[in-house]
Structures are given as C-alpha cells and as structure tokens.
C-alpha cells in the first residue's frame, strides 16, 4: 500500500508548478498522477501554445528555480490594443512603469519541460495513470487508477484542467459562460516588425491577438463567433492570410500562417467550491476564462503559488485541515471572479456596435489612454502586481 502525504492529478504547467514549489520548501511525499508524459518533446519551431507571462509570473517562476532553465522567451517592452468600430486606442509601456518589460511570450511546452526537469531532481514520483475514483476516509483519500492500484494521500490536488475529473468524482458543482465563439490559434510570420509588442484589435465580429515569438514571427489568438471560425477554418492558406493581414489592417505588411490552426470552444468555468477537507482545485480545474487578455495561465500559476504558500505556513495544523485550504480559496477566488467577469463584460462591450455606444466606447478607451494615473492602475492590474506595491 503506498501512502503519499500529496497526490496532484494532473502533470501540465499549472500541478508541475505547485508541486516543485511544495517540494523546494517542504519534505512532503508527493506524487503527480498524469496518464501523458510530462516532458513535451521540444521542437526547433515555435509551438502554437503560448502564454503571456506576466513579470508576478515570472518572479514565482524564478523563486522555484526554473526561469532561467526556459530556453526561449520573448520580451515584449509595450501593448496596443486599437478597435476598428471607433476612434478609441490603449497603449501601455513599460518605461511607464520603471520596468524592463511588461511580459513575456513564452511557449507552454517550454514551461512544462522546465518545471518536469527540475522535478526529476527531486523524490516526488510521477505516476502514468488515469484518475478512477477518489474515496473519502478519515485521513484523506484513496486514490484508484485505471490500472486497478490504489494509492493513499491526506491531500488532494485537483489540477487536472477545465474538465476535471477530481472536481466531478468530488461532486463539486461548477458554474459555465458558452460564449458561443472559437479561438483559432496558429503562428505566423509578418512582413514588418512586431516591435516587441503585443498587439490587439477588436473588430465586429472577433478580436485578434498577436504575440510576438521573435522580431517578424507571433503567435495569433482570433476569438471569433462559432459560425465566422467555422469559415477561417475552412480557408484556404492564401484567403486566410488576406483575412487576417485585411483584419489588422496591413499593419504588419502580410502576416502568413507558419503552422496549423488549431480551433476550440470558449467556454468561461468556475467552480462552486476551490476546496474540501483534503482536497483542492487550482488551475483550470477551478477556474477558466476568455483567452481576451491571455491572463488563464498567470491566474493558475497565482493558485499554485498562494496554496503552496498557505500549507508551508500552517504545518502545525493537519496536512488537508480546510481552515487552511479556505485561507487559499478566500485569497485566490476574487482576483479569480474578478478576470472573469471584466473578460465576459469586455466581450459584451465590443460586440455592441450602436453608433452611441461605439462613441462611448472610444472616448473611454482615450481618457484611459491620455490619464497617466487611471492608465497606471489598469497596467498594475496586468502586470500582477498587488495593490500595495
């Protein structure tokens, strides 16, 4: 019978994160149930998954020892977001702030690998299963895998993305936004330069994303209405990159895919409870949002720095006791909320295209823009910086 003090389900970037900051600071016995390997295989090009790391990110990246490990990243010094049904544009800088660099692109596979490596360096046990079941007893859990073995922990951790399966065997109830779109994701490569920024244009029908990977290639996010991605999809190489450089309007010269579209639903997520005694959800598993300003990643690595933290500062109480795994959820849940609802009502206020409200939306976007203070506050908020800072 073997006994873990942490059982994490599920090995992405989100349960690797939570688990090396665990084990850096604590002797626990851990182990990572994930029927997938761990370590992508890392490839010469760009992959098509990535995240804007924000430097909050960063820093807990660095703190656990694996910043420096990941080998491609890009900088990006400024954000420009432009709206094509009004005179309205955001820019922010980061010489405004007295930073470096407002972020980072970094490819998620990149940061998986990275954390597996440094994992493989310490005793956590990384085990290549399926989730069965989870039995409740006194000291925590029984864990089942798909291979009949039984495993025992006092604390659970539910990291096992946006359709968890700890958080439906735990029978927690989970609250669901259909936002009716697709995100069509793809890597391109520009005529002109990206110029280190990050750049975003809400358009009647979608909002585009660019992120840059290098000086004349980025990653594309295009949150389009179900029945418009069905219809990108479908293009022909040719008419899709006529779409997408008309879309921005040539900004960047011709912008030509450099690697498949990959399509999925937008579907916002959150959980009615992030915790029970010896159990506790982070990541998608609690909580997932509209990719509008690519913060899902930073707000799950937020959830493994914050509940990490709270059980290294209560060892004197019971590993699993929900006083503590409260103290996360209260902490984590209403940045969380907060994300979600500023993205689906940010998606609601560029679909409405009426003349007054296209006005509104403008000199709204302006008066951020030219007021150094209010600019400043919505900047902090990216950055993930605490209000005190």
């Given at each position: 019978?073997?006994?873990?003090?942490?059982?994490?389900?599920?090995?992405?970037?989100?349960?690797?994160?939570?688990?090396?900051?665990?084990?850096?600071?604590?002797?626990?016995?851990?182990?990572?149930?994930?029927?997938?390997?761990?370590?992508?295989?890392?490839?010469?090009?760009?992959?098509?998954?990535?995240?804007?790391?924000?430097p909050s990110?960063?820093?807990?990246?660095?703190?656990?020892?694996?910043?420096?490990?990941?080998?491609?990243?890009?900088?990006?010094?400024?954000?420009?977001?432009?709206?094509?049904?009004?005179?309205?544009?955001?820019?922010?800088?980061?010489?405004?702030?007295?930073?470096?660099?407002?972020?980072?692109?970094?490819?998620?596979d990149l940061?998986?690998?990275a954390l597996?490596?440094?994992?493989?360096?310490?005793?956590?046990?990384?085990?290549?299963?399926?989730?069965?079941?989870?039995?409740?007893?006194?000291?925590?859990?029984?864990?089942?895998?798909?291979?009949?073995?039984?495993?025992?922990?006092?604390?659970?951790?539910?990291?096992?993305?946006?359709?968890?399966?700890?958080?439906?065997?735990?029978?927690?109830?989970?609250?669901?936004?259909?936002?009716?779109?697709?995100?069509?994701?793809?890597?391109?490569?520009?005529?002109?330069?990206?110029?280190?920024?990050?750049?975003?244009?809400?358009?009647?029908?979608?909002?585009?994303?660019?992120?840059?990977?290098?000086?004349?290639?980025?990653?594309?996010?295009?949150?389009?209405?179900?029945?418009?991605?069905?219809?990108?999809?479908?293009?022909?190489?040719?008419?899709?990159?006529?779409?997408?450089?008309?879309?921005?309007?040539?900004?960047?010269?011709?912008?030509?895919?450099?690697?498949?579209?990959?399509?999925?639903?937008?579907?916002?997520?959150?959980?009615?409870?992030?915790?029970?005694?010896?159990?506790?959800?982070?990541?998608?598993?609690?909580?997932?949002?509209?990719?509008?300003?690519?913060?899902?990643?930073?707000?799950?690595?937020?959830?493994?720095?914050?509940?990490?933290?709270?059980?290294?500062?209560?060892?004197?109480?019971?590993?699993?006791?929900?006083?503590?795994?409260?103290?996360?959820?209260?902490?984590?849940?209403?940045?969380?909320?907060?994300?979600?609802?500023?993205?689906?009502?940010?998606?609601?206020?560029?679909?409405?295209?009426?003349?007054?409200?296209?006005?509104?939306?403008?000199?709204?976007?302006?008066?951020?823009?030219?007021?150094?203070?209010?600019?400043?506050?919505?900047?902090?908020?990216?950055?993930?910086?605490?209000?005190?800072?």
């Open positions: 019978m073997k006994e873990f003090d942490v059982i994490v389900i599920g090995g992405g970037m989100i349960g690797l994160a939570f688990t090396l900051a665990l084990s850096r600071k604590k002797n626990f016995k851990i182990a990572i149930i994930d029927p997938n390997e761990c370590n992508p295989e890392i490839s010469s090009s760009f992959h098509t998954r990535v995240s804007a790391i924000t990110t960063k820093n807990f990246l660095s703190s656990i020892n694996v910043w420096d490990d990941i080998n491609r990243k890009q900088g990006f010094v400024s954000t420009r977001v432009w709206d094509q049904n009004s005179h309205g544009h955001l820019n922010f800088y980061a010489k405004d702030e007295g930073i470096e660099h407002l972020g980072f692109i970094v490819e998620n940061i998986q690998s597996y490596h440094a994992i493989a360096q310490t005793k956590v046990q990384i085990i290549h299963a399926k989730l069965d079941e989870l039995i409740k007893n006194e000291f925590g859990y029984e864990v089942t895998l798909d291979n009949k073995k039984s495993i025992f922990c006092k604390l659970v951790i539910g990291a096992d993305g946006a359709n968890s399966k700890v958080r439906s065997l735990a029978n927690i109830e989970v609250s669901s936004h259909d936002y009716k779109q697709k995100a069509i994701i793809a890597n391109v490569v520009s005529e002109k330069s990206l110029e280190n920024t990050t750049w975003q244009r809400f358009l009647s029908d979608s909002i585009i994303a660019l992120l840059p990977l290098s000086e004349n290639q980025a990653s594309i996010v295009w949150s389009c209405k179900d029945e418009f991605a069905d219809k990108l999809e479908e293009m022909d190489i040719t008419s899709f990159n006529q779409s997408l450089s008309e879309a921005v309007e040539y900004r960047f010269g011709e912008l030509k895919l450099q690697s498949s579209r990959n399509i999925f639903p937008l579907v916002s997520r959150s959980a009615k409870d992030y915790t029970l005694s010896n159990l506790a959800l982070i990541g998608d598993a609690a909580h997932s949002i509209h990719p509008l300003a690519g913060q899902g990643a930073n707000l799950g690595f937020s959830d493994a720095m914050e509940l990490s933290k709270q059980i290294v500062e209560n060892t004197d109480k019971s590993l699993g006791d929900p006083l503590v795994l409260r103290k996360y959820a209260r902490a984590r849940r209403l940045d969380n909320e907060l994300m979600s609802k500023t993205m689906t009502g940010l998606d609601w206020a560029y679909k409405e295209n009426n003349e007054s409200f296209r006005w509104l939306r403008g000199f709204g976007m302006n008066i951020i823009d030219e007021t150094p203070i209010l600019k400043s506050f919505f900047q902090k908020q990216a950055l993930g910086k605490a209000k005190n800072d």
